[in-house]
Structures are given as structure tokens and as C-alpha cells.
């Protein structure tokens, strides 16, 4: 497995170029802006910051020759997108009612203060097995999807993989960044980026942290129209263990105890890390975290440096 560094937001991208001095990459850099969507390809700035000679993978641009090319594929992936449509809203109803459920609960608890706690603890169960379980339903579906319409069979796509696996043949570590996470996400398990990686180092900042992971949770405490923090689904599973929250300070109610808490306990037994500009987490060639410099959300709700927070 290759050695990966996750980080947050990275500003102008030297964070990123700094990075990748400090693993002594010495080659081509493989960029990956799929999550920029149309404006994947403007990425001058970002090849300059890493010296010149990028390669872009241009997986989104290869998403939508695929889906051009092969119409049959096109109409099933449209088919399992609604599927999948209809699941999230059945599950962010489910969603909503649990919550409300959760804070009955601890304002109840926190007023007759007679409860010993299980309760609580029963609601946030309700809680962690919905994401789990909604989770679980997306990853038999797109498995279903996968076993009728195999991807490597599809000339188109096995064309589209034949192609990053040259370009990535010839680079010596991967950049990948941010933006949309659900099409960076899909972007990347189409082109079946993650079996290509090989010993090759990993740089992702942003939803490209995020798309790298086992679990994708989506998280905007101030969006406007009052969505929940959601389980988006499965990421390629590049990285295990942690589940990164990108720009934490922005998107998170970071001084609510009780919702981090509750974040926390959704989903464990991974690690929930906080990532905002400058915050960094290795994992070395065997896929293991180094904890002890991240800001990681216990149990309690209290955001400690892992050492503490274990």
C-alpha cells in the first residue's frame, strides 16, 4: 500500500508541494481535480505550485465520455442513481426523526435527572445503526449494479482504465483534490483508481480526504436549509480506520460538546478527524494512523489530540 498523507483545506497548494518534498518524490505528479467537475481541467496553477510536469488523470471528463459512449451502461447507472435518490430521502426522514428522538432524550434526561444514561445511549444506537444500515443498502446496490454490468467487461471503461494506468505508470506519487465529493467519489471508483495506486505516495486535501476513506460523512451544520449531518456512503477505501471532517471550523458546530459527541459515537469505532487548514495525518505503507499529532473527536465530545482521546 502507498504511504498517504491526508490533510485540509490547502489555500494556494504550496501545503501540498511541501508535502511532497518532505516524501522525496522524485517524478511526474499524478493530479486527480475530478471533484472540480467542469472546471477539472483549470488546474495551471496548481501544476506550477508542484513544479510543472503534472499529469491529470481526467477522470471526469472520462465519466462522461463513459457514460456518452456506452448507452446501456448510461440508462442503468441513471436507473441505480434514482434508486439511490430514493433511498437517501427515505433515510435523511428516518434521519431527522432520530435526531429530534436524541435531543427528546437528553433534555429530558438533563431535566428529570433520573436517567442512567442508556437511554441516551439507545437513542444514538438508533442513530449510528440508521448510517450504518443506509450504508450497508447503497453498498449492495451498487454491488448488484456491479455484478449484472461488470465495469472491466465495458470496452469503454476498460479503455478509460488502460489509460490512467499508463499515465499513473509513469508518475511517481498522486495528488488528489477536493470539491464535489459524491462525483470525485464515483470518479474515482469508475476508473478503478484505488487498485492502481501500487507503493505510490498519496497526497488528498478536502473532499479528496474525504473520497479516500472507507465511510463519507457529509457534514454542513449551517447549511440553510437545516439538512442533517448524513452518511453519503462508501469511499474507495484507500485509508481505513478514520473517517476526515475537512474544515471543521466552517462546517462544524465546533463548540457544541453534545453534537460532536454524538458525531463521534456515529461513527465509531472510526476515528472521527478533524482536518482544517494545516492539519496533516500519515499513514504509513501499511495503512496504519499516525494519531498523535490529530485533533480527533472523543467519545465525550471533546476534540484532543489522539493520545488523549483514546
Known amino acids: 500500500m502507498s504511504v498517504t498523507v491526508l490533510m485540509g483545506p490547502v489555500g494556494d497548494g504550496w501545503a501540498v508541494a511541501r508535502e ?20 477539472e481541467r ?33 440508462d442503468e447507472v441513471r436507473r441505480v442513481r434514482s434508486l439511490a435518490i430514493e433511498m437517501r430521502e427515505v ?48 453498498q449492495a446496490l451498487l454491488g448488484e449494479f456491479y455484478a449484472t454490468y461488470p465495469p472491466h467487461l465495458r470496452p469503454a471503461i476498460a479503455a478509460h482504465r488502460d489509460q490512467v494506468a499508463a499515465i499513473l505508470a509513469d508518475c511517481a506519487a498522486v495528488a488528489i483534490a477536493g470539491g464535489h465529493v459524491g ?14 495506486l501500487g507503493e505510490r505516495p498519496v497526497v488528498a486535501w478536502s473532499s479528496g480526504a474525504m473520497a479516500i476513506a472507507e465511510r463519507v460523512m457529509v457534514v454542513d451544520d449551517h447549511d440553510l436549509g437545516g ?38 459515537r456515529r461513527l465509531a469505532p472510526r476515528a472521527t478527524v478533524l482536518l482544517d487548514e494545516g492539519d496533516r495525518v500519515p499513514f504509513d505503507a501499511a495503512g496504519v494512523a499516525d494519531l498523535s499529532a490529530a485533533r480527533v473527536v472523543a467519545m465525550d465530545g471533546a476534540v484532543q489530540r489522539a493520545a488523549a482521546a483514546v
Open 91 to 138: 433515510y435523511l426522514v428516518q434521519l431527522r426523526h432520530a435526531l429530534r428522538g436524541v435531543e427528546a432524550v437528553r433534555q429530558h434526561e438533563a431535566a428529570a435527572r433520573r436517567l442512567s444514561g442508556v437511554q441516551l445511549d439507545e437513542a444514538i444506537e438508533t442513530v449510528r445503526a440508521l448510517d450504518e444500515r443506509h450504508a450497508a443498502r447503497l
Open 183 to 196: 462525483v470525485l467519489t464515483d470518479c474515482l471508483h469508475v476508473c478503478n483508481v484505488g487498485a492502481m
Open 227 to 264: 439538512r442533517p449531518d448524513e452518511m453519503l456512503g462508501a469511499g474507495i477505501g484507500v485509508i481505513r480506520g478514520v473517517v476526515p471532517l475537512p474544515a471543521a471550523k466552517s462546517r462544524l458546530r465546533i463548540d457544541d460538546r453534545n453534537h460532536l459527541a454524538l458525531l463521534a
Open 20 to 39: 511532497l518534498i518532505a516524501l522525496d518524490v522524485d517524478g511526474p505528479i499524478a493530479l486527480v481535480t475530478a471533484g472540480w467537475v467542469e472546471a
Open 42 to 74: 483549470n488546474d495551471a496553477h496548481l501544476d506550477r505550485v508542484l513544479g510543472g510536469g503534472t499529469r491529470n488523470l481526467g477522470l471526469f471528463g472520462r465519466r462522461l465520455d463513459i457514460l456518452e459512449t456506452d448507452a446501456e451502461y448510461a
